[in-house]
Antibody
Framework: EVQLVESGGGLVQPGRSLRLSCAASGFTFDDYAMHWVRQAPGKGLEWVSG????????GYADSVKGRFTISRDNAKNSLYLQMNSLRAEDTALYYC???????????????????WGQGTMVTVSS | QSALTQPASVSGSPGQSITISCTGT?????????VSWYQQHPGKAPKLMIY???KRPSGVSNRFSGSKSGNTASLTISGLQAEDEADYYCCSYAGSSTLGVFGGGTKLTVL
């Protein structure tokens, strides 16, 4: 069964750090780009960060650039998001999502997400 | 990185067709045929309905179709059913440093 399971969320004070993890199973992890997408309570989806299969292409939303770092360990079938200098506006449900892949881009990143985890909640509050 | 523009809400009666628009810029929607659409029911993770503008993943009903003209993409749902009532989001690839940008979402109400 194809599955993504996020972990690492919780309540954290403003300015502190948190590291999210995503464990993948049921597909060849190192064949695909992966992403983090978040959704604040009652709000829409926001793409946060993405990483190509070989970590050669990495991108961040302007709202997290310089504070968040995405990484992956293909040997462990795992995706990570290191979140530093957290702000109240980072409060959201964070989803891990698999890129469907494409031949349109040289990185094979399509920005389309065919498998989603159930999310891990991050609450930034004092 | 500005969010793509979607109408806040659309509605239709069972059996009818509706179209949801998604307007971007020449840096995202207009530059790449990499627009995707998602359906999200309350409390659930999003589900991919359309990718690469008009392709349907396996298992998605052919009542869902996508298209693009210039900087605007569209999702059409034909033969509306009660279970189609949900929030819908578009997303576009926007270059090697902005791998994705979402629209604000559209709430579909089936009357």
């Amino acid at each position: 069964e194809v599955q993504l399971v996020e972990s690492g969320g919780g309540l954290v004070q403003p300015g502190r750090s948190l590291r999210l993890s995503c464990a993948a199973s049921g597909f060849t992890f190192d064949d695909y780009a992966m992403h983090w997408v978040r959704q604040a309570p009652g709000k829409g989806l926001e793409w946060v960060s993405g990483i190509s299969w070989n970590s050669g292409s990495i991108g961040y939303a302007d709202s997290v650039k310089g504070r968040f770092t995405i990484s992956r360990d293909n040997a462990k079938n795992s995706l990570y998001l290191q979140m530093n200098s957290l702000r109240a506006e980072d409060t959201a449900l964070y989803y891990c999502a698999k890129d469907i892949g494409t031949t349109v881009t040289t990185s094979h990143v399509s920005g389309a997400f065919d498998i989603w985890g159930q999310g891990t909640m991050v609450t930034v509050s004092s | 990185q500005s969010a793509l523009t979607q109408p806040a809400s659309v509605s239709g009666s069972p059996g009818q067709s509706i179209t949801i628009s998604c307007t971007g810029t020449s840096s995202d929607v207009g530059s790449y045929n990499l627009v995707s659409w998602y359906q999200q029911h309350p409390g659930k993770a999003p589900k991919l309905m359309i990718y690469e503008v008009s392709k349907r993943p396996s298992g998605v009903s052919n009542r869902f179709s996508g298209s693009k003209s210039g900087n605007t993409a569209s999702l059409t749902i034909s033969g509306l059913q009660a279970e189609d009532e949900a929030d819908y989001y578009c997303c576009s690839y926007a270059g090697s440093s902005t791998l994705g940008v979402f629209g604000g979402g559209t709430k579909l109400t089936v009357l």
